[in-house]
Each structure stands twice: as structure tokens, then as C-alpha cells.
């Protein structure tokens, strides 16, 4: 039977989380590890500092008060035994998008990045969507592109970064990461006793049109697949870099 591994960074308690596991629950046994609260932003960051607590809701869900790399850590090293060990895993479906830069940021797709250093398929799921959260065409992306991935298998060490549009897909592009235009917005307020505290947040002014992109895909309404991988070698610079070497 397939097991298939589900996480997210939007908690536990998200309705994305409950989507993909609706879609993904008719393709194989499923088994739930999720942050216990919300890790948006929280990137590929694991847990050094202090330790963790795993809560086991039932036989096939958990909870972990830690970042979704924490999540898929535990889960394959910890939770599940070895016999048990997932054949994929889904990260999300996130509550908005995941595109160009933002990737890196992404508690989702650091999720799916985990899976994959660690040896099972990774894709990260997302809505790019910022207010309505209609997960009707996210979840038949889901399952379609999970039952594809199940069958025909993924590259070596290759993550996909799923990006789903608004509305009824046009149709699927596979594409590069874009890069946006975008700066920090840095809120000040003071709190109850007197001292300052910071809101950070961005004012996106575009994107790069640059042919081929995720961007380019969601804005012209198509699923956008990124093939992706841990190695971040700007292998074209190394060229240029090379006569540092006689220096």
C-alpha cells in the first residue's frame, strides 16, 4: 500500500492541511505530522536551541510544537517505523503563494526540501491566492500531480514547488523561479508598558517577466511546477569565479 507523509506550515489546525489530506487520502495510507502552531516564514530552519514535544492525536496524526523541518525530521527518524516509511510527501496546501524568492522564506516548501534530502519524493503545495481560500482546484492538483509523481517517480534529489491559481487552471506550465521587485515595510508601534515593538512587512511592486517563470504562470492563470533541489551552486559563476583561483 503507499504511504504518503503530509506536512505544512500553516499549523495543524489549517484548512489547507485538511484539503490535502481529503485529496490525497483515496491514493494511499496517510500519515499526518504538522507544527503544532503556525511556522509561516520559518524557512528550512530546525530546532537546536531547546527540545521538542510530539502529541499523537490518533494512529496516523501528530502534532510537533516545531518548524515543518522539525515535522518531517521526527517523522522519518522517529514517528513512523521503518516498515512504514512514506513513499512521498506533500507539504501544505499553503495558505497563499509560494513564488520566486519566496521559496526561500517557505516553511511549505522546506517541508518538501527535508523529505528529499532524506530520501523520499518532496512536493510543496500551495494556493496563490491571498484572500479567497478555495481549495476545490488546489485539491485535484494535488491528487493529479501526487498520483504522477507516485507513478512515473521524481528526479534524483528534485522537490517540486507547486503553485496553484485562483479559479480553474488554464491548463500546467512547468517553470523557473522567478525573482520579484519587492521592499521591507518596517512598522513601529508601542506597546501597553512603553516600548517600541516592529511589524516587518513588504510592499511588492512586480516582478521580473523574464519568459518561463512561476511568476509568469500564476499571473497568466496556469498551475506553475518548479523543479528544485537543496544545491543552491550558482554553477554559471563558477566560471567567472575561476581566476580568483590564481590570485
Given at each position: 500500500?503507499?504511504?504518503?507523509?503530509?506536512?505544512?506550515?500553516d499549523?495543524?489546525h489549517s484548512?489547507?492541511?485538511?484539503?490535502?489530506?481529503?485529496?490525497?487520502s483515496?491514493?494511499?495510507?496517510?500519515?499526518?505530522?504538522?507544527p503544532?502552531?503556525?511556522?509561516?516564514?520559518?524557512?528550512?530552519s530546525?530546532?537546536?536551541?531547546?527540545p521538542?514535544?510530539?502529541?499523537?492525536?490518533?494512529a496516523?496524526?501528530?502534532?510537533?510544537?516545531?518548524?515543518?523541518t522539525?515535522?518531517?525530521?521526527?517523522a522519518?527518524?522517529?514517528?513512523?517505523?521503518?516498515?512504514?516509511?512514506?513513499?512521498?510527501?506533500?507539504?501544505?496546501?499553503?495558505?497563499g503563494p509560494n513564488?520566486?524568492?519566496d521559496?526561500?522564506y517557505?516553511?511549505?516548501v522546506a517541508g518538501?526540501?527535508?523529505?528529499?534530502?532524506?530520501?523520499?519524493?518532496?512536493?510543496?503545495?500551495?494556493?496563490?491566492?491571498?484572500?479567497s481560500?478555495d481549495f476545490?482546484?488546489?485539491?485535484r492538483?494535488?491528487?493529479?500531480?501526487?498520483?504522477?509523481?507516485?507513478?512515473e517517480?521524481?528526479?534524483?534529489?528534485t522537490?517540486?514547488?507547486?503553485n496553484?491559481?485562483?479559479?480553474v487552471?488554464?491548463?500546467?506550465?512547468?517553470?523557473?523561479?522567478?525573482?520579484?521587485?519587492?521592499?521591507?515595510v518596517?512598522?513601529?508601534?508601542i506597546?501597553?508598558?512603553?516600548?517600541p515593538?516592529?511589524?516587518?512587512?513588504?510592499?511588492r511592486?512586480?516582478?521580473?517577466a523574464?519568459?518561463?517563470t512561476?511568476?509568469?504562470?500564476?499571473?497568466?492563470?496556469?498551475v506553475?511546477?518548479?523543479?528544485?533541489?537543496?544545491?543552491?551552486?550558482?554553477h554559471?559563476?563558477?566560471?567567472?569565479?575561476?581566476k580568483?583561483?590564481?590570485?
Amino acid at each position: 500500500m503507499t504511504r504518503i507523509l503530509i506536512t505544512n506550515d500553516d499549523g495543524y489546525h489549517s484548512e489547507g492541511i485538511t484539503a490535502l489530506e481529503n485529496a490525497l487520502s483515496e491514493l494511499g495510507d496517510v500519515y499526518v505530522v504538522a507544527p503544532a502552531s503556525e511556522m509561516s516564514g520559518a524557512s528550512h530552519s530546525l530546532t537546536l536551541a531547546r527540545p521538542l514535544r510530539i502529541r499523537q492525536i490518533d494512529a496516523r496524526h501528530w502534532t510537533v510544537d516545531g518548524t515543518p523541518t522539525d515535522c518531517v525530521t521526527l517523522a522519518l527518524n522517529r514517528i513512523l517505523p521503518p516498515e512504514e516509511r512514506p513513499h512521498i510527501c506533500a507539504s501544505g496546501i499553503n495558505h497563499g503563494p509560494n513564488l520566486g524568492d519566496d521559496a526561500t522564506y517557505s516553511g511549505t516548501v522546506a517541508g518538501a526540501l527535508e523529505a528529499t534530502i532524506l530520501g523520499v519524493p518532496g512536493i510543496a503545495f500551495s494556493l496563490a491566492a491571498s484572500r479567497s481560500l478555495d481549495f476545490a482546484e488546489a485539491i485535484r492538483v494535488a491528487r493529479e500531480i501526487t498520483q504522477k509523481a507516485l507513478a512515473e517517480g521524481l528526479p534524483e534529489n528534485t522537490l517540486l514547488n507547486v503553485n496553484v491559481p485562483k479559479g480553474v487552471p488554464k491548463g500546467l506550465r512547468i517553470t523557473k523561479q522567478g525573482f520579484k521587485n519587492a521592499r521591507p515595510v518596517i512598522s513601529e508601534q508601542i506597546d501597553p508598558r512603553g516600548k517600541p515593538y516592529y511589524w516587518i512587512g513588504e510592499l511588492r511592486e512586480g516582478f521580473h517577466a523574464e519568459g518561463g517563470t512561476d511568476f509568469e504562470a500564476i499571473d497568466e492563470g496556469f498551475v506553475s511546477v518548479t523543479p528544485m533541489r537543496s544545491d543552491l551552486t550558482n554553477h554559471r559563476a563558477i566560471e567567472l569565479l575561476k581566476k580568483w583561483e590564481q590570485s
